[in-house]
């Protein structure tokens, strides 16, 4: 089936050092992709998504490209605040699907220190 | 109100208590879901609804009751759980046929089965 996977955590980082966080996936279909973030004590919030093949998502100074030939949606940011402290997940969504169900990453968790 | 709330935030009850769970969307999405997210675990889907049919049940336990009474509200009634169903309940919403199937989430209920 589906599935997504990211790259273990816990990720820590200086402020303004630069981020990556790496994703990669496994689909039958024809995915959307997702990332979503995890602040502390709260629910999950969409940072951003692509729908197809070398689509770029972009919010907020994160950004994901969609590679279909690597089959990865790796998330970056060139200058991360401690702001940016919480849980990343990767997910896709398969368009195809009968429930639009979204299949998650297992979390990676980002520690930015002043 | 905007977006996709819950209620309650947090929840503590024992083995023998029945309590529901409510989510309500106010964005005109068409589905709703609900997610399990337990410590070091990858986010579990429990129910889809789309246009308020239940299209999926990923295999819950009975003790996990779902009801769409319509397209905008979500509950979960729970009845004699167990301590491993401690966990946050988070509730999500989107629109089937949009392309994308983006999916926004509530807060969550944090519950606690003593």
């Known amino acids: 089936g589906d599935s997504v996977t990211q790259m273990e955590g816990p990720v820590t980082l200086s402020e303004e050092a630069f981020l990556t966080i790496n994703c990669t996936y496994t689909a039958t279909g024809y995915p959307s992709l997702f990332w979503y973030v995890q602040y502390p004590g709260e629910g999950l919030q969409l940072l951003l998504k692509?729908?197809?093949?070398?689509d770029k998502g972009s919010n907020k100074g994160f950004e994901a490209t969609y590679r279909k030939e690597t089959t990865s949606f790796h998330l970056e940011k060139g200058s991360v605040q401690v702001s940016d402290s919480a849980v990343y997940f990767c997910?896709?969504?398969?368009?195809?699907?009968?429930?639009?169900?979204?299949?998650f990453g297992q979390g990676t968790t980002l520690q930015v220190k002043p | 109100e905007t977006g996709v709330t819950q209620t309650p935030r947090h929840l503590v009850m024992g083995m023998t208590n029945k309590k529901s769970l409510k989510c309500e969307q106010h964005l005109g999405h068409n589905a709703m879901y609900w997610y399990k997210q337990s410590a070091k675990k990858p986010l579990e889907l429990m129910f889809v609804?789309?246009?308020?049919?239940?299209?999926e049940n990923n295999s819950v336990p009975s003790r996990f009751s779902p009801e769409c009474p319509n397209s905008s509200h979500l509950f979960l009634h729970l009845h004699t759980l167990q301590p491993e169903d401690s966990a946050l309940y988070l509730c999500a919403s989107s629109q089937r046929d949009s392309g994308t199937d983006t999916q926004y989430f509530g807060p969550g209920t944090r519950l606690t089965v003593l």
């Open positions: 609804y789309s246009l308020e049919e239940r299209v």
């Open positions: 997910a896709l969504t398969d368009r195809g699907g009968n429930t639009g169900k979204l299949i």
């Open positions: 692509a729908t197809k093949a070398d």
